[in-house]
C-alpha cells in the first residue's frame, strides 16, 4: 500500500424529501448564486423545492449552464457573483452545473490575469473560493463529494480538469428521487461514468491493498446490478437510491486511497469530446476497452482478479469482453464508428494534443501521444 | 435503504514516516496538551518522532492513561487543560487514550454541574471541544475517525458511550510501523473489534443497501485475510497496513449510513468490562455469537448472506460457526468460562443493569434486561 492523505468534509444528506435540510445549512444573510442547467429542474418540482427553502434570502439565479461547462460562460456567472457580492452558491444539478460553480467559486477570488491559468495549472493556486453547496440531480460524476471540476474553452476546443481542496462542496444533497424524471440516455451515461470512475483508480497492477480493491468491486458489483435495474424502472427507490450512492462513492476519492491510479480513459476521453462532442461517459466506454487492450501485459493480474471476483470469468480477455458486453446491455454503444468519427483521424488528433503539451499518463505515466493514438485505432 | 447524514471531517494521514507532518497540521502558539497511555511509546520511537516534530512548541504531557479510561483520571487532565490555557490536544495511544481525549476535549469546554452528564445523556449538549488530533499506535476501535468515545467510572462500575460531531479528530496519523511492537494480545484484540464493528452494522435484516452490504464484507473479507498474518509476522508492512485501515473503515460511520445498526454486543460487553474487567474485545467475542443465537430468526438472512459470500458455508448456523472458530483461530476465547466468569450470575447481574435503567437496543430495540441475561446464559 502507499501513503497517502484522505480528507473529504462534504456533509451528505441523502434520502427522501431532504432538499429542504439545505435552510439550515447556507449562511443566512448573504446573498447567494443559485446556478442551473437547462431547466429541467423547473418541470420535475426541483426548483420549487429548492427556492422554498430559500424563501426570505436575497437568491441571485444563473440557469442555462449547458453539458462540459464552457468557461466563457461560467465568467459570466463569475461577474454576477462579483456584482452582487454573492457569498455562497448553490448548484442544482448534475456534474456539469456543479463542476462549472466550482469554476465560478474559484474564479471569483482568482486574482491572476486570466482565469483559464486556473485549467492549465490544474488548479496548484487555488486557495480560497466562495463556499458552495450542492443539489445532485444526476448520478455519475461524483463532483458532489470531491474538489475536482472539468471545465472546457470553446476558442480552443480544450476541456482540461482541475482540483482544489477549497472546492469540496460544503454539503451535497442526494434525493434520489429528484433523478426519476432523467431522460434513460443521461442515467445510462451516469451508470457507465461511475464504473469507470472506480477502474481508474483499481485497474492498474497489484499493490498489496486487497481492501482498496474488493471496496472497488463493491461498487462495480453494484453498478452491475442495480444498472439494468434502474434503467428499467426509474422509479424504482432502492435501485435509483443504490446507483446515487455507488456514483458518488465512486469518486469521493476513498478507493483511490493507498492504490496506483490511471486515469487515461479520461484523458484520452476528454479529448474526444472537446474535438467531436459526444458526452463524457460516451466517450469513456469506447476508449476503456482500447486502453486495457494496449496494456493489457501490464494490467493483466488486475484483469483477472477483477474478471474472476466480479464476473466468474476466469482470463483476462473474458474479462474485457463482459465489460464491453455490460456497457452495450445498457445502450451504450463501445465503438468510434457509432458517433461517425474516424478512428484514423481522431487517432492522430488526439495524439497530437498530447504530444504537443507534452503529456503523459497512465500508472507507469507511459501512455504519450502515440500511445493514445494507437489505443483509438484500436477503437474504429 | 433509509435517509441518513453522513459527513466526516477527518483528515487521514497514512502510512510510513507520517508523523513528522503534525508539525505543518497544529496551530502554533497555543498550548497543547499531549496525552498518552501507560508509556509504550517511550519504548518504541514514537514519543521521540512526536515530541521533535513539536519542537519550540508548549507541550503539556499528561501520561498514564489506562485501558477502559476512568472519568476520575480524565477530570485531572480537564483541570490541567485548563489551568494551562490549552488550546490543542494530540493523543498519541490506541482507543482508550483517544477516547479520553475526547472527553477531555468536551469537559473543557463543558459549562454543567456535573462532568459525568456528558456520559448520562450519551454527549447530547456537547456542542464545542478543544480540537484534537492523534497519532494512532493500535489499530481497534476506530476513534481515531469518528466522534465516538466510551468513558468509565471506577466509583459505580459504569461504562458509558458517548457522541458529539465535535469530537472528530482534526487529522489521525496512521503509520503501520508503530504498531510493530504491539504485544500479540492487544493486535488480536484489534482485529476482532474492528471485525466486530462491522457487525454492528451490518447483521441485522436486508433492507435493499446492497452497496452497504458489500462494503461491510469487504471489511470483513479483508480481516479475514490479513489478520492471522499480521499476528504471525509483525513487522509484514503490508498486512499491518491492511488491518490498519480496515480497523479505522470498520467505524468511521461509513458503512453505517442507511442501514440499521444493531450495538447489542457493544452494549452488553460494556457491562461485562465495567462489571468483571475482560478487555472491550474480549467480551465482544464471547457475546456476539449469543446475540446471534437468541436473534437467529430475525438475523437469518443476513447470516446466511455473511455464510456464503464471506465463509461459502450455506446457513446461518455454519456463519456462526464460522465466525467462532475465526475468533478461536486467533486465540481469542469464546466463552465466559475463560474469564471464570459464572454465566448465571453474569446473567443476572448485567439484565439488572439494563431494567434498572431501563434501556432497550438492537436494530429493532427488543433487547431489553431479560433479553441481555438469556444471551450471557448461553455463553458459559
Known sequence: MLNFVFKNPTEIIFGKGTIAQIDARIPRDVPILLTYGGGSIKGNGVYQQVTSALEGREVVEFGGIEPNPKVEVCLKAVELARSRQVRFLLAVGGGSVIDATKFIAAAACYEGPDPWDI?????????????LGTVLTLPATGSESNGNAVISRRATSEKLP????????????LDPETTYTLPAEQVRNGIVDAFIHVMEQYMTYPCDAPLQDRLAESILATLIEVGPRTLAEPQDYASRASFMWSATLALNTLIGCGVPQDWSTHMIGHELTALYGPAHAETLAVV???VWAHQLAKKEAKLRQYGQRVWGVATAEAAIGKTEEFF???????RLSAYE????????AVGRRFTERPVKFGEHGDIDGDAAAAILRLRA
Open 341 to 348: 468519427i474516424d478512428a484514423d483521424q481522431a487517432a492522430e
Open 162 to 173: 482541475f482540483h482544489a481542496d477549497c472546492l469540496f462542496p460544503v454539503f451535497s444533497v
Open 119 to 131: 485549467l492549465r495549472t490544474g488548479g496548484r493556486d487555488v486557495k480560497t473560493a466562495i463556499p
Open 328 to 334: 452495450q446491455s445498457l445502450g451504450m454503444p463501445t
Open 288 to 290: 476503456l476497452p482500447g
